[in-house]
């Protein structure tokens, strides 16, 4: 059967502590839910770091370096860190955990936009920290900044980190500045690709904003790259995910993205998650990949060459 990697997006910087009890927040908590997802079928494990204190994103290396190295300690899974991180954090902040642990992959976002998730206000009622609503507020004028400089310096770091960009598309303008990267020589064959769907101030979770991705990019790269796609929120990132699978693609889910496994009902786990994604694989047809195929799969140097 064709194998599909499984990624799953264990915390991320867009969702609050109030949404959900089951928000990893703390290094500990982060790295248990990576594992078993893991072991629910997830090749892939993309990492974000929160203070353990009130959940907020952080850039501090110290959470970092606990997750991925216990990560490592129970299992093989590709680990992909961000350099997205958080609203407000410098490409130095972004960049310093791709220098430090060398993983990999990393997260590459590709293009500047507006990032907002402020119709949360609207929606949660009790506040469980001080800093989440002002964040949310604040999310309605703030711009996710990849200027063209920027983009050149990260990937540039990971270069230097022998670490394999996975580029976060948001939208149509996003492959055309890979293409630029490419052609400028900073990126080079075989790229991989995550179309992210559904974010406010992107492309939105439908089939047909996925198929124009998907035949922009056959446009512009031809087979040199390989695909996934998380639609954000409930049910599109099972959707998306379904027709992902009919495309050849590979596929996304976790808590970073989206909160809920059914109608109204919290999912208590990124692992409850993967194994609802891997049922649909295996309902179409489809074997999630091991970590080692999906190395293969996506050309990685292998895990005896990181850095924790």
């Known amino acids: 059967m064709e194998k599909i990697i499984i990624t799953a997006a264990i915390t991320g910087a867009a969702t609050v502590p109030s949404q959900s009890p089951h928000i990893p927040i703390t290094p500990k908590h982060i790295s248990d839910e990576a594992v078993k997802a893991h072991e629910a079928g997830a ?45 407000g954090m410098s490409v130095r902040e972004r960049t310093a955990p791709i220098s430090m642990f060398k993983p990999e992959l990393g997260s ?18 009790n506040w469980k920290f001080e800093w989440e609503k002002q964040y949310i507020e604040n999310s309605r004028d703030f711009i996710f900044p990849n200027t ?17 960009p996975e580029l976060e598309v948001y939208d149509t303008s996003h492959l055309y500045n890979a293409r630029y990267l490419v052609d400028a020589g900073f990126l080079e064959y075989p790229l991989h690709m995550q ?36 639609g954000t929120g409930w049910p599109d990132e099972f959707r998306m995910g379904a027709v992902a699978l009919t495309l050849g693609g590979h596929v996304r889910v976790g808590l970073e993205d989206n909160l809920l496994i059914d109608r109204k009902e919290l999912a208590v786990s990124n ?5 609802k994604m891997r049922r649909i694989c295996e309902d179409l047809g489809k074997k999630p990949a091991t ?12 895990l005896n060459e990181v850095a924790f």
């Open 148 to 164: 063209f400089s920027s983009l050149e310096k990260i990937v540039c770091v990971m270069r230097e980190n022998n670490t394999k």
């Open 291 to 302: 970590s080692k195929e999906a190395r293969e799969l996506l050309r990685l140097k292998g």
């Open 271 to 275: 692992a409850q998650l993967v194994t």
């Open 108 to 125: 590459l976002n590709m293009g500047s936009m507006n990032f907002s998730m402020h119709p949360l206000l609207d929606k949660i009622k």
């Open 195 to 230: 179309f992210v769907l559904g974010v406010m101030g992107g492309a939105q979770a439908n089939a047909f904003d996925l198929v124009h991705l998907k035949t922009t990019a056959d446009r512009l790269f031809g087979v040199n790259y390989t695909w996934s796609v998380i």
């Open 43 to 87: 090749a892939v494990l993309h990492i974000h770091a929160r203070d353990p204190n009130d959940g907020r994103p952080s850039a501090n290396l110290s959470y970092y370096k606990e997750i991925v190295t216990c990560i490592k300690s129970k299992c093989d899974a590709v680990i992909c860190i961000t350099t997205g991180a958080g609203a």
